[in-house]
């Protein structure tokens, strides 16, 4: 399989990391609203690949390919905000469990 599909970049978990971190460093964004603006890109994704279902089980999908696209974006953005999230949280434990 070709990994360089026509108009497909593929960009590893790092890439968007420092592509986040850069764009927060340049804008002074602080954390809370780097994490605004994710989970609206995630709620976004999620409403489209809802939609592409939706047009899947009604037959009203003209490109069956973009759909399978949106549906695949919308489970992986969820997938990565569950595991930052989980991260989140085994940081946050970690410094409940740290004595003074």
Do not use: W
């Not at 409403?47 to 949106?70: F, N, P, R």
Request: aromatic share 2%; no cysteine.
């Amino acid at each position: 399989m070709d990994k360089n599909v026509q108009g497909v970049n593929p960009l590893s978990t790092n890439d968007l990391l420092k592509a986040k971190n850069g764009a927060a460093k340049s804008d002074g964004a602080d954390f809370g609203d780097v994490l605004k603006e994710t989970i609206g890109e995630v709620n976004e994704l999620q409403e489209k690949g809802q939609k592409a279902m939706s047009d899947l089980a009604t037959g009203q999908v003209k490109d069956l390919h973009q759909a399978a696209i949106a549906i695949d974006k919308a489970e992986l953005s969820m997938k990565m905000m569950l595991e930052v999230r989980n991260k989140a949280i085994n940081a946050y434990k970690e410094i409940l469990r740290t004595q003074i």
